[in-house]
């Protein structure tokens, strides 16, 4: 059912919240399921994880999510006096966390796999097996703000207490978002275990699980928001594309510029040229993940059809063919993903660590244009990856526009080439150094000529 919301004697800009529903979907009920016929949308989702799977299409496709992730969001008010927490079965998957958020979609405290601890087997750590049966958990879910941050972007030797700090805000809402990324092959989206569920223990001792706890967690509360929460208004990204003195093409510079992740400022700074170097970092997105850094670009196909991208490949643990004991790499996971505008938040696709071929030399190659445009090189027996960009480029006002985005998860502490490690802007290229994209843009007979197809150059 689609909402229509109306506005009555308000200009948008002067909405300080509003409420809005992930994707405009309603919260379902306990008896709605994954196999509901009626359902226009696929994936499991129930009573507290009623906002969901965010994912490529044909799922939730909203907040710029990884084509190879799927996530929930929960919006709920802990009772006074009671205790919440909630129990789940580790995935069979790369990676999951849970992450609090406040009402900007500014993300709070991380709580990863690996530091959660249980009487039972967790697969996330490294040389555990991940086939084991026995993979049960439980978290403690707080209503108050972290006395300190805890550290993310890599794996380190700390102790989280199995508790996620959730504060709430506005009229006592609280936000979590539950994320799987790369279910092993034939387990998506869930992982192949069941989504974790809420327990509920009242001031004299009752315990509600499951349905039971959704209605004294109010958890059919529609979710009230910042406007800019999702993405930049309409409006405001109009103004932004029409900077003065600036060419057609702006702010797509050729070759492209890649710009790290910091607060809303910046990450409109790319349009603006207005980036505070001192900005905080991984705050300027729309529901990031606090154990991912990034890095974008804004690219233009009128500088030419094909932007072709070239790095070193970090390592990672090899998880999607149910692979086991767990791996250990430079990164936990690394992606490079085709979006829309800031507008719509909306991905294209994206390639991952595993489907990206990687020559002999440990060099990547990946291509991006619109499906027409393919090189016929472009495919993974040629040793090179390729993404589409969308028909209507930015799906508002520009066919040609882009945004390509790579993303490191987990570092390991001994990484030193990580966009975690790029705390500024003007840092990026000597600290990534030979991890650093190289980008340039190329016509579709140009790619074909210039990287032939030689089959056994390929790991």
């Not at 900077?243 to 409109?268: C, G, M, V, Y």
């Not at 250990?328 to 595993?354: I, K, M, P």
């Amino acid at each position: 059912m689609k909402k229509t919301w109306a506005v009555t004697g308000l200009r948008l800009h002067q909405l300080h919240l509003v409420l809005l529903v992930f994707a405009l979907v309603p919260a379902v009920t306990a008896a709605q399921t994954a196999t509901d016929s009626l359902d226009p949308i696929p994936g499991p989702r129930d009573c507290f994880w009623a906002r969901g799977p965010h994912s490529a299409d044909p799922y939730i496709n909203l907040a710029y999510p990884d084509a190879n992730v799927f996530y929930w969001a929960a919006a709920f008010t802990i009772p006074q006096g009671t205790r919440f927490s909630i129990e789940g079965h580790y995935p069979h998957s790369r990676y999951m966390s849970f992450i609090s958020y406040d009402e900007r979609g500014r993300p709070i405290e991380s709580l990863a796999d690996y530091l959660i601890e249980s009487d039972s087997h967790n697969p996330f750590i490294s040389e555990s097996p991940r086939d084991n049966g026995n993979r049960e958990y439980k978290i403690d879910i707080l209503n108050a703000h972290p006395a300190s941050d805890r550290q993310v972007g890599e794996v380190l030797n700390i102790d989280s207490n199995n508790v996620l700090h959730v504060p709430a805000y506005g009229a006592g809402q609280q936000v979590i978002l539950y994320r799987i990324y790369l279910p092993d092959e034939g387990k998506a989206p869930g992982g192949g275990v069941n989504l974790p569920s809420p327990v509920l223990v009242l001031e004299d001792g009752t315990e509600l699980r499951g349905s039971n706890a959704c209605g004294a967690l109010q958890t059919d509360q529609q979710v009230a928001i910042t406007i800019d929460a999702l993405g930049i208004p309409t409006q405001q990204y109009r103004e932004l594309i029409s900077q003065p003195n600036k060419p057609d093409t702006w702010p797509a510079h050729n070759p492209p510029e890649w710009f790290i992740q910091l607060d809303r400022q910046s990450l409109i700074g790319m349009y603006t040229g207005d980036i505070d170097p001192d900005a905080p970092r991984s705050e300027g997105g729309f529901y990031p993940n606090l154990d991912n850094h990034y890095i974008r670009t804004i690219v233009n196909r009128k500088h030419g059809k094909v932007l072709l991208i070239r790095g070193r490949a970090p390592t990672t643990p090899k998880t999607y063919h149910g692979e086991t004991p767990m791996g250990a790499g430079e990164l936990r996971y690394w992606s490079v993903c085709s979006n829309q505008s800031f507008v719509n938040t909306r991905v294209n696709d994206c390639v991952f660590d595993e489907e990206i071929p990687v020559s002999v030399d440990g060099l990547y190659t990946i291509a991006i244009s619109r499906p027409e445009d393919r090189p016929r090189n472009a495919i993974k027996e040629c040793g090179i990856a390729w993404l589409p960009m969308a028909r209507d480029g930015d799906g508002m006002f520009d066919p040609d526009v882009t945004i390509v985005q790579i993303r490191h998860m987990l570092s390991a502490p001994d990484f030193d080439y990580s966009i975690q490690r790029v705390h500024k802007q003007s840092d990026l290229e000597s600290t990534m150094g030979p991890y650093m994209p190289r980008s340039r843009y190329l016509m579709p007979n140009q790619v074909e000529t210039i990287f032939p197809c030689l089959l056994d150059a390929v790991q």
